[in-house]
C-alpha cells in the first residue's frame, strides 16, 4: 500500500499535463470550426492519431486490439467518446465560452458517481469536496449570465455525460489493454465513423488548414497519451478533480492567441479550482502517510 501514494501523485501529474494539451486542442479546434464541419475535423485528428500510434504498438510488440476480451468495451468508449466530441464542438457554435464550460464541467462530478457504481471505489469527503469545489470555481469563472438554449444547453451536457462515461471506462479496460492499443482501436472507429459524412461536409483545406489539422492530431497524440496513462496509475475519482484545470489553461490559451484578459470572476474562479486541486493532493498525501 505504501507504494500507491506516489502513483496517484504520478496519475494526477500526467492527467494536468494531459488536460493542458486537452485545452490547447480545443483552441486549435476553434480555429478551425469557422471553415470546416466537425466531422472532418475529428477525422483529421483520428487519422494522425492512427498513423503514429498503429506502428509504435506493432512495433513494441503490444498484443492486437483483435485479441482484446474487452472489444465490445472498447467499441462502446469510442462510440461514446464520438458522440461527446460531436455534441460538445456542435454545441460551441451556439454556446457562449461561459454557458459552454459550466455544463460540460459537470462531467467530473458524474465521474466520481460513476467511479462508485461502475469501479466500486471508495470515494472519500475530500475528492467529494474537490470535485464540487472546482465546479463552483468554474461557474464563478463562466460566470453564465443568461439562460442558454435549451437544445445546444441539452447537447453539452450530454457531451458532458458520454465523457465522463469513456473515463470510467479508460480506467476499467486499463489494467489489461496498453494505451497505445488503446489510443489506435478508439481513432481508428473515430477515423471511419467521421469519414462516411464526407460526400456531404467534406472541404478542401489549404496549407493552413492543412497544417492545423496535423497539430491538432499531434496535440491530441499527446493529450491522450498522457491522459490514459494517469488513469492506469491513479482511481478515476481522484482525477475528476483535475479535469477542471483545463479552465485555467483555456483561459491562458485564450490570452495568448486572442489576447482574452481574463476577469475578476475569473480569476476569483481559477483561485478556488487551483485550491480544489491543492485540496485533492494534501488528502491523497495525508491517505498515503497512513497506509
Known amino acids: 500500500m505504501a507504494g500507491a501514494e506516489p502513483r496517484i501523485f504520478l496519475g494526477i501529474a500526467l492527467a ?40 509504435l504498438a506493432h ?10 476480451r474487452h472489444k465490445g468495451t472498447l467499441v ?18 451556439h454556446l457562449g465560452l461561459a454557458e459552454l464550460t459550466t455544463l460540460y464541467f459537470s462531467a467530473p462530478i458524474i465521474v ?7 469501479l466500486k471505489e471508495q470515494v472519500g469527503p475530500a475528492r ?17 449570465t443568461q439562460s442558454p438554449d435549451l437544445l445546444p444547453a441539452l447537447m453539452c451536457i450530454v457531451a458532458g455525460g458520454c465523457w465522463a462515461w469513456s473515463t470510467v471506462l479508460v480506467r476499467l479496460v486499463s489494467k489489461s489493454e ?16 467521421c469519414a462516411a459524412s464526407f460526400p456531404w461536409v467534406w472541404t478542401m483545406p489549404d496549407l493552413t488548414g492543412w497544417s492545423l489539422m496535423v497539430g491538432l492530431g ?25 479535469e477542471y484545470t483545463g479552465l485555467i489553461w483555456a483561459f491562458f490559451y485564450g490570452y495568448a492567441l486572442w489576447a482574452d484578459v481574463p476577469s475578476h470572476a475569473v480569476v476569483m474562479g481559477a483561485v478556488l479550482i487551483v485550491a ?4 485533492l493532493l494534501l488528502a491523497e498525501q495525508h491517505r498515503g502517510s497512513r497506509v
Open 16 to 55: 494536468s499535463a494531459g488536460y493542458a494539451c486537452f485545452a490547447l486542442q480545443d483552441a486549435v479546434v476553434k480555429l478551425l470550426v469557422a471553415s470546416y464541419a466537425v466531422p472532418q475535423i475529428l477525422f483529421m485528428r483520428s487519422l494522425v492519431i492512427v498513423m503514429i500510434t498503429a506502428p
Open 112 to 118: 466520481i458517481l460513476l467511479s462508485i457504481l461502475v
Open 76 to 93: 462502446l468508449r469510442a462510440a461514446l467518446m464520438l458522440l461527446a466530441w460531436l455534441l460538445f464542438y456542435t454545441a460551441a457554435r
Open 128 to 144: 467529494w469536496i474537490a470535485c464540487i469545489g472546482g465546479f463552483i470555481g468554474v461557474t464563478v469563472a463562466a460566470n453564465p
Open 276 to 279: 480544489s486541486s491543492a485540496l
Open 218 to 242: 499531434l496535440i491530441a497524440t499527446v493529450g491522450q497519451y498522457l491522459l490514459y496513462e494517469g488513469f492506469r496509475h491513479a482511481p478515476a475519482s481522484a482525477l475528476a478533480p483535475v
Open 178 to 193: 496498453t494505451t497505445l492499443v488503446q489510443m489506435w482501436a478508439t481513432s481508428l472507429l473515430f477515423a471511419l465513423a
Open 59 to 68: 512495433w513494441l510488440k503490444h498484443p492486437s486490439i483483435f485479441q482484446s
